[in-house]
């Protein structure tokens, strides 16, 4: 028990740690690994709570707060997410599955995981719109390279 207690208080708290800890649940998020997402949270905050020392009633405080926008934040997701899905297939014949009774696991775990989930979401629409810029970008790059190609071979 003496190792594991020197283990956690001199080597994992300190801001390496948090933030390696913090990287490991958001790629768990991205890869909707719920459970694993949900333990390495659980331990980053566990991690933070002994490395800043904060007194229990804020640590109660915290929690209601971090509850509301926990369920503010999954409305909104679960709001994108039925609003992604449906635009994927739109002429399907039964979005059933997307309905909020089947959607209980995926939505709860927006609300206990938000921050995580948040930064997963804010991490993968920048990516989403570099991808978009760049592909479009080199396509008129191609294309301007493909049209001289093609002009110079029609001159005689």
């Known amino acids: 028990m003496d190792f594991f207690l020197g283990l956690v208080t001199g080597y994992m708290l300190n801001w390496a740690a948090l933030a390696v800890l913090l990287l490991l649940a958001i790629f768990f998020e991205a890869l909707e690994c719920t459970g694993t997402a949900l333990l390495v949270t659980a331990f980053t905050a566990f991690v933070a709570y002994l490395f800043f020392g904060v007194p229990l009633r804020i640590v109660l405080y915290g929690a209601l707060a971090y ?41 709860v ?4 995981v938000w921050p995580v989930s948040m930064a997963s979401s804010v991490v993968g629409d920048v990516l989403v719109l570099a991808k978009t810029v760049v592909t479009k970008w080199l396509r008129g790059i191609y294309e301007a390279i493909y049209q001289g190609a093609v002009s110079s071979a029609r001159k005689p």
């Open 67 to 107: 509850a509301a926008v926990g369920v503010l934040w999954s409305i909104w997701r679960y709001r994108r997410y039925v609003h992604e899905r449906v635009a994927l297939i739109p002429d399907a014949k039964d979005h059933s599955y997307l309905a909020p009774k089947n959607q209980t696991r995926r939505i």
């Open 109 to 112: 775990h927006w609300m206990v």
